[in-house]
C-alpha cells in the first residue's frame, strides 16, 4: 500500500514539497496559491470563502498606498487651512509677498494644530478599523484571522504611525532645541516609513511591516445591492 502524508492542520500552511499553485479557491473556483489569505485569484479573503461568510476583498496595494497619502494630505491640508485662520484672528501675521516673513513656529503650531484635529477625527472611526485615509477611499483593517481589529489596536498601528509622521514638526526648531542624536534619528523617520510601505509590494497579503508586527489585513469595503423585491421586503 502507498503511504500517505496528512493534510495540514492549518489551511494557509503550505506542505513541503506542494507546486506553488495547489488549490481551489471557494470563492471565484479559480486555481490560487498555497499559504495565503488572500486568493491570488479573486483577492478574496480565503477563511470567508471556506466558512461561508460574505467574503471580504484584500484592498489593493496602490489603493493602501494612496489611504496612507491621503492621511498625510489631510493634516498639510488642514494646516494650511489653520495657518490662515490664525492670520484672520490675528495671532499671526502673514506676509506673502515676503517669505523669509513666514515663521516656523508658526508653520508648527498650525502642523500641530492640524493633527489633533485628524486625530479627533480618528477617535471617531478607529473603532470601526479605519483612519480618515481609509474611510474616504472605502477601505477597514482586520485581523489576520478574519475577525475585527480592537480599537486599541488601531490606535498603536495607525496613531502611533501618524504621530511620527509629524515628529520632525514636533522637534524642529525653535519649538524645541532638540540634541543632534534625536535629529538624526527623526531624518530617517521618512525612509523607513517608505520601506514599510514598499513590504505591500512584496508579498501575495499585501501586508507592510507594521501589518506583519500587528498581524492585520486590510480589506476594501463594498457596497451590497439590493434588488427591488429585497427593497420592497423592506
Same mark, same amino acid.
Given at each position: *500500500?502507498?503511504?500517505?502524508?496528512? &493534510? ?17 479557491? #471557494? ?13 491570488? /485569484? ?5 477563511? =470567508? #470563502?471556506?466558512? $461561508? ?20 494630505? &489631510?493634516?498639510? $491640508? ?16 502673514? =506676509?506673502?509677498?515676503?517669505?523669509? /516673513? ?5 508653520? /508648527? @503650531?498650525?502642523? &500641530?494644530?492640524?493633527? $489633533? ?7 471617531? @472611526? ?29 490606535? *498603536?498601528?495607525?496613531? &502611533? ?14 519649538? *524645541? ?58
Amino acid at each position: *500500500m502507498g503511504r500517505f502524508e496528512p &493534510l495540514p492542520t492549518d489551511p494557509y500552511e503550505q506542505p513541503p514539497g506542494a507546486r506553488r499553485f495547489g488549490a481551489i479557491c #471557494a470563492a471565484c473556483r479559480g486555481d490560487t496559491q498555497l499559504g495565503t489569505r488572500f486568493c491570488t /485569484n479573486c483577492g478574496g479573503l480565503r477563511d =470567508d #470563502a471556506e466558512r $461561508g461568510h460574505t467574503v471580504r476583498y484584500a484592498a489593493s496595494k496602490w489603493m493602501r498606498l494612496f489611504a496612507r497619502l491621503a492621511d498625510l494630505l &489631510l493634516v498639510a $491640508g488642514m494646516a494650511i487651512v489653520v495657518y490662515f485662520l490664525l492670520d484672520a484672528a490675528g495671532a499671526i501675521e502673514i =506676509d506673502l509677498a515676503d517669505s523669509s /516673513n513666514l515663521e516656523l513656529s508658526d508653520l /508648527n @503650531v498650525s502642523s &500641530l494644530i492640524a493633527t $489633533g484635529i485628524w486625530f479627533l477625527w480618528f477617535a471617531v @472611526v478607529a473603532p470601526r478599523g479605519q483612519t480618515p485615509g481609509k474611510q474616504l477611499l472605502r477601505m477597514r483593517i482586520i485581523m489576520a484571522d478574519g475577525s475585527d481589529a480592537p480599537t486599541s489596536l488601531n490606535w *498603536m498601528r495607525e496613531g &502611533l504611525f501618524q504621530f511620527f509622521a509629524v515628529v520632525p514638526s514636533l522637534v524642529a526648531e525653535p519649538i *524645541m532645541s532638540p540634541a543632534e542624536w534625536l535629529t538624526a534619528i527623526v531624518s530617517l523617520a521618512p525612509f523607513v516609513m517608505l520601506m514599510d510601505a514598499a513590504f505591500i509590494f512584496a508579498g501575495s497579503d499585501k501586508q507592510t511591516v507594521h501589518d506583519r508586527i500587528f498581524r492585520t489585513l486590510v480589506v476594501r469595503i463594498q457596497r451590497v445591492p439590493q434588488h427591488s423585491a429585497e427593497l420592497r421586503a423592506l
